[in-house]
């Protein structure tokens, strides 16, 4: 695999919401020449791009726009690495800029840039949208509507839900977010299998599993020595914040494997193999849950 040249350190991190790109990004940035800078949402403005130029204000096209969004891009970039650079005092030409803006794997600056995305499991990625969705208000409006009396309760005891797991899914976002997933895994997949030099997919379970060796892996794919990295991590950046426990109102609120079990009832699990059990099958993580378990753990 070519290194990456000075002038383009950057490194991208991607995944559906609540994939574990901020943590994954987090543990990158633990090494001393790596810097997370956020969330840039480049495809934002690559989609902007595309709608300036639509209406032939500009005389260019969508092919045009294509050409040229690198070099949009990597200014982009830029500012903000400057920002970042100044920020840590450290020697720009040696420090990796990583943006871990969620969702799919977008090669923005092609070969002169590395990009990892995290896929985790979609019925895990349910559970944690769904308490995400309620602590900022983001259910889509039909839904928000049918969940209010739930999510208030819930702002009044946090762990309403604990007590209530059948109340926390609404049908419509598991298939709405099901069929998401789906389409994120299934393009960052063909886009591995046709770019594996530029892009590395990483389960959050094996990540999860086994944290300082992925992130060995993680910054060996990026180039940089793991062995710059300090030997131990912040209790933070540890798998289920090292045993802290869940806090539901929280955005680190679990980080656990496997809580699927205690929300999803057999219908949504049901739905969820009808739109998304080839895949999750393919990706090792075996057949539909069993009954729904005990609530959280205080």
């Known amino acids: 695999m070519r290194p990456l040249r000075r002038g383009d350190r950057y490194a991208f991190v991607s995944g559906m919401k609540k994939s574990g790109t901020n943590w994954a990004s987090a543990l990158i940035a633990t090494h001393p020449d790596a810097v997370t800078q956020g969330e840039l949402h480049l495809d934002v403005l690559r989609e902007a791009l595309h709608a300036y130029a639509a209406p032939g204000w500009i005389p260019v096209n969508g092919d045009d726009v294509e050409t040229v969004w690198p070099d949009v891009a990597r200014l982009v970039l830029g500012v903000r690495r400057r920002t970042q650079v100044a920020t840590a005092g450290r020697a720009a030409r040696r420090v990796l800029l990583v943006d871990h803006t969620p969702g799919p794997a977008v090669l923005h600056l092609g070969a002169s840039a590395r990009y990892v995305h995290i896929v985790r499991d979609v019925r895990d990625v349910i559970v944690s949208d769904t308490f995400h969705s309620m602590r900022l208000g983001e259910y889509p409006p039909g839904v928000a509507a049918d969940q209010a009396e ?26 709405r977010l099901a069929r998401t997933w789906v389409d994120v895994v299934t393009s960052a997949l063909d886009l591995a299998e046709r770019r594996p030099e530029l892009l590395l997919v990483m389960r959050y379970e094996d990540l999860h599993a086994d944290v300082l060796g992925g992130r060995r892996s993680l910054l060996a794919f990026l180039g940089l020595d793991p062995a710059g990295a300090p030997a131990d991590i912040d209790r933070m950046l540890r798998p289920g914040f090292d045993g802290r426990g869940e806090r539901p109102a929280e955005f680190n609120r679990k980080g656990a494997v496997g809580d699927h079990r205690t929300y999803l009832s057999g219908a949504d699990a049901d739905e969820v193999e009808r739109i998304a059990g080839a895949l999750l099958r393919r990706l090792g993580y075996g057949e539909p849950p069993g009954p729904p378990q005990a609530g959280g753990t205080r």
Request: aromatic share 16%.
């Open 150 to 175: 739930h999510v208030a309760a819930w702002r009044a005891d946090p762990w309403y839900f604990s007590a209530h797991p059948d109340r926390l899914l609404h049908p419509a976002e598991v298939t």
